[in-house]
């Protein structure tokens, strides 16, 4: 979904647009084991039940996907996420630089196991 996102945004197109090609609303879906799937879109699991769980964890967080690619400021909840981030090095987020928190964490956490 990332890779998506960053490439519908790099063509110019708006969120809506993007998450609906991406998700493919109202086409057949595209499952791991289609031949020639498209190149824009979720490539979804086989499995039936694996496949409704990851459908369920993405269309319940399309307010956040929506905020990240219109640069909006994330909700405090999805800016926690932001430590997970290799590229969040110089992101402020809430008042910290995740980065630099999470060294400053295991720095704390390494001289009080030493």
Known sequence: MSRLAREARARGEDFDTF?????RVGESLVTRYDRNPPDDCVIWPRDTWDRRNDME???STEGAWRRAYEHIKPKPCEAALAILSPAAENLPVSGFTPAADVRSAR???HAVAA
């Open 19 to 23: 998450w609906w090609r991406a998700l």
């Open 57 to 59: 964890a993405i269309l």
């Open 107 to 109: 720095e704390r956490d």
